[in-house]
Structures are given as C-alpha cells and as structure tokens.
C-alpha cells in the first residue's frame, strides 16, 4: 500500500529538481522515492546494529575467541563475578 507525502519547496527548487530528474530520465516522484528509499536504508539503526555484530563476531573470530568463550563470559557478567 502506498502513502502521499505533501512537500513544499520553493520553486526555483522544484524547478531544478525536475530538470535534473528529466536528465536521469526519471519523473520527480520516482527520484524522491528513490531518495527517500535509499536515506532510509542508509539510517536503519537495525541495519547499523547488525553491521556493527558482524564486525565484532568477525574480531573475535581473528583473535581466536569461540562461541563458547562469549556465551561463558556473558553468564560470568550477568552471575556479578
């Protein structure tokens, strides 16, 4: 299902806007689609999250630590020790 977002920019805005669409051979709604798609992906926290755990498991893996180690830190952590 789609939604409508009403937008007011001044003109000569606009203006530039379409010419620059036209000359991706894009109309103005399918480039401010694919803008708001595209800074959406970009600021995805669940996206950010999930790049930041590979990168930790990848570190850890380097370093030679195994599930085994995590998981039994963890339980020391949360046991207060």
Do not use: C
């Not at 920019?9 to 036209?22: E, G, H």
């Not at 480039?31 to 990168?55: F, Q, S, T």
């Not at 030679?64 to 046991?79: F, H, L, M, N, P």
Request: charged letters at 40%.
């Amino acid at each position: 299902m789609t939604s409508q977002i009403l937008v007011r920019v001044d003109k000569d805005i606009k203006d530039k806007f379409q010419r620059l669409s036209r000359f991706e051979h894009k109309s103005v709604n399918e480039k401010i689609r694919e803008l708001i798609k595209d800074y959406v992906e970009e600021h995805n926290i669940e996206n950010a999250m999930k790049g930041l755990w590979d990168e930790i498991g990848s570190s850890l893996k380097t370093k030679g630590y195994r599930v085994s180690d995590v998981e039994k830190t963890i339980r020391k952590v949360r046991a207060g020790k």
